[in-house]
């Protein structure tokens, strides 16, 4: 269910994008566009499928709390 | 959007400072569960720990009139060195729309709509978002007039109505508390809602090259200052220690509005003053990272409004017109949707993150990397002074 609502709002997205690129033969900016588009479906369907995403922000968290030693005492 | 539309006051810049800052005002646990009783003098030191700041933004504006932040990485550091540069701090903006949004989304179902799915809500907002900046970033700045009153407005109402539960006496014991503690709210007020204003290179440019962004920057940033001192002097003398306790110090003190038993349950004035200043945030947030994708991928620089080839006709060339550029809000917005949603598991690490490492990740981009910029800007000699001989 969860992976058909994120390809229906994709296919909603493409259909407001896609045409003025294509209609306008505007190429490089379509294969810039799709490389961007496919990523973050490439994103929403790994979390539609129940896939645990690493977050970056916990990454950064760690980095600057146990690498750089910059981080402050919860009060 | 209207590609006519492109130019923006100084005031309405101004008010725009001000309601980006004021959503994360009016979320001033954070810094309160810190400080406790004198958290209203953090408003004061993180505002003389964010001037230099802003000096540094101001001085590279200066040298480079009329350029966004990625058009500027691209003058000082070069085209590859400056992509990668720029790529950090769209990296930043994005991160700032994701926390906000996510925080939008704990608000609401914690304070308003327990029983909704966060991604509900978080979905409708970003929609939000999308509209607002679809329409042109310069009406919304034209409407941060206008949010700005209501904003004010609700403060000042709010605090009047609230006047007779208060108690100066829980504004003591002055200054008791280990000084790091102080520390830690200074570079937190400085860090989080006051650097936030770096968002603004990207829209500064609006104000064409004859138009000189310091006024409404540091106008935007000490109004902001003293709206939070007297919102956090509220707050603790409304609260008293449980001011410490509670996530939301504003919502929790407004709550004691009661006129009469007729007037009552303020809060929800409150709460939909904070979803528009959240919306407005994000959307600015939202508008410097799409502008800035677009910067790099286009590898065009946005016409500013008084820039040599700018054409003023209604054909002239918009930041994000879908006609000159790849049409990036929506996918962008999709982005902040799915990183929103994975960004926390918890509340709790939301608050871990805000209170431990967010002042220290937030200045590596509002402080480090502006300064290396300008010290490189003065060291090759680049800027408005070689424009100039040119």
Not at chain 2, 341 to 365: D, Q, R, Y
């Amino acid at each position: 269910m969860n992976l058909l609502l994120v390809f229906m709002a994709f296919a909603g997205i493409a259909a407001l994008d896609l045409p003025g690129m294509v209609k306008n033969k505007r190429w490089r900016d379509l294969a810039v566009y799709s490389a961007i588009f496919l990523l973050v479906l490439g994103l929403g369907t790994l979390m539609a499928l129940g896939v645990e995403i690493p977050s970056p922000i916990k990454a950064i968290q760690a980095f600057y709390r146990d690498v750089l030693h910059l981080s402050f005492k919860m009060s | 959007m209207n590609p006519e539309m492109k130019k923006i006051s100084w005031k309405e810049l101004m008010f725009a400072v001000f309601c980006f800052m004021h959503s994360t005002i009016l979320r001033s646990g954070f810094i309160i569960s810190g400080t406790r009783n004198d958290s209203w003098a953090m408003a004061f030191t993180g505002l003389l720990f964010t001037l230099p700041i802003v000096a540094i933004y101001v001085a590279l504006l200066r040298k480079f009139p009329g350029k966004s932040l990625i058009e500027i990485d691209d003058i000082i550091f070069g085209p590859v060195v400056g992509k990668v540069v720029s790529v950090l701090y769209l990296f930043f903006f994005v991160s700032l729309a994701v926390l906000n949004t996510r925080d939008l989304g704990n608000f609401v179902v914690d304070y308003m709509m327990p029983e909704t799915p966060i991604e509900a809500i978080i979905l409708l907002f970003l929609i939000g978002c999308v509209y607002a900046i679809h329409k042109g970033i310069e009406n919304l700045m034209h409407l941060s007039t206008l949010l700005c009153i209501i904003a004010v407005g609700a403060v000042v109402i709010n605090s009047i109505l609230v006047l007779k539960d208060v108690q100066p006496g829980f504004l003591r014991p002055f200054f008791q508390l280990d000084l790091m503690k102080y520390v830690q709210g200074t570079v937190s007020v400085a860090a989080v809602p006051m650097g936030e204003i770096l968002a603004f290179t990207m829209i500064t440019p609006m104000l064409g090259k004859r138009k000189k962004a310091a006024k409404p920057l540091w106008l935007g940033l000490i109004f902001s200052a003293v709206s939070m001192t007297i919102v956090m002097l509220r707050d603790i003398i409304t609260l008293g220690p449980l001011v410490s306790i509670v996530s939301l110090p504003s919502f929790e003190s407004i709550r004691y509005v009661s006129l009469g038993g007729i007037l009552t349950r303020m809060e929800s004035i409150y709460a939909v003053v904070l979803v528009v200043l959240f919306l407005f945030k994000v959307s600015i947030l939202l508008y410097a990272f799409v502008l800035g994708l677009t910067q790099i991928l286009s590898g065009k620089g946005r016409t500013s409004p008084d820039t040599d080839n700018a054409d003023q006709s209604p054909e002239a060339e918009s930041p994000l017109n879908p006609k000159n550029h790849p049409p990036l809000v929506l996918i962008s917005a999709a982005l902040v949707f799915f990183y929103s949603i994975f960004v926390f598991e918890s509340v709790m690490e939301n608050m871990n993150w805000g209170a431990t490492t967010a002042p220290f990740f937030s200045l590596t981009f509002e402080l480090l990397l502006p300064a290396v910029s300008l010290l490189v800007a003065s060291l090759r000699k680049i800027g408005k002074v070689r424009e100039v001989k040119a």
